[in-house]
């Protein structure tokens, strides 16, 4: 049989079962509010560094929509040199058609 001590037991063990769960929904909640705000993020790169062999209507194109901080290399090893260090993140280099047509 139930007396008044058991009662007075369980309501605050209920309480503070409730708060632990709310408590933690509402973390949950704002983790998710926090992933989503990242997500939504503008994805562009902005002064990324990029490497280039010579001028090219491509790349003049990209740099138009898109912040690049350019970078003019005199030949195909110099620019993988400068990849392979991490100087930059991107390149393009311009390769001579063949001639064997």
């Given at each position: ?15 503070r079962k409730s ?18 705000i990242s997500a939504v993020q503008l ?59």
């Amino acid at each position: 049989m139930p007396t008044d001590n058991d009662s007075e037991n369980t309501l605050p063990s209920v309480a503070r079962k409730s708060v632990v769960v709310l408590t933690t929904v509402g973390l949950l909640v704002l983790v998710f509010g926090v992933c989503l705000i990242s997500a939504v993020q503008l994805l562009a790169p902005r002064d990324m560094p990029f490497g280039v062999t010579a001028s090219s209507p491509v790349v003049d194109a990209v740099q138009q929509e898109y912040s690049l901080d350019l970078t003019t290399y005199s030949n195909e090893a110099d620019l993988m040199a400068a990849a392979e260090r991490g100087d930059i993140y991107g390149a393009t280099w311009l390769v001579r058609p063949p001639t064997c047509w």
